[in-house]
Structure formats: C-alpha cells, structure tokens
C-alpha cells in the first residue's frame, strides 16, 4: 500500500510504503499525486519513506516505477528516500543521479529534514 503524507509543502508529495507495493497502488496514488503537482508547478519533490513496515515492490510496481521515468527530465525537482534499509539505500543512490533537482537517502529518524531538503527546490533567488 502507498500512504499518503499529509500536510506536505507546495510542490512536494510524499508518501509511505507499507507491505507489498502493487501496480494498483501506483496508478491509484502515486501517479495522479505527480499528475496534480505538475498541473500547476514546473518540477514535481518526492520524498518516498521506506521503513520497516515495508516489505517489497511487485513486479508491477516495479513496472509502473519504471514508466514514471518517461517524464520529462525537467518535470523532476528533489528526490528523497527515507529508509534505514541499507540495500533500499544503495539501490536507490545508484539511480539518484537521475533526478535532474538532487537525490539524498536520509534516515528513517530525519523524515522532516527530508521534506524540507525536497521543499527547497527550486531553489529561491
């Protein structure tokens, strides 16, 4: 399941991975949340925690997370993962570059130091 984090900043979704992540839950909840940020802002901020109630991606998921990339490079701002998992964290470090605005992994104790880092882009001038 993909839970929603509520009260986030302009421009920023996050949400919670819980258990088993299925293609429905992409379609369901993540994709319209980058739909609707994207209406009405430039570059999308994600911040995705993975804590120790989550379990693993299915292969549809892992699909729908594969499409998302066919987005425009300059549709992505911030990328943070919040996880205490050390492969998660690896994983995800190694395809961070990818994210044109910045990627960090953060631990799962600094979940709002993440979400204000991914709020901070782009940056003010």
Known sequence: MIEPIADLPEGVIGFRAIGTIHAADYRAVLVPAIEAVLAEH?????????????????????WEDAKLVGLPLSSWGRAAIVTDHDVLAGVATAF????????????????????????EYPPVE
């Open 42 to 62: 430039e570059h999308v901020n994600v911040v995705a925690v993975l804590g120790d109630d989550f379990d693993h991606l299915s292969l549809g998921a892992m």
């Open 96 to 119: 961070g570059g990818l994210v044109p605005g910045g990627f960090r992994v953060f631990p799962l104790g600094e979940e709002r130091a993440a979400i204000d880092w991914a709020a």
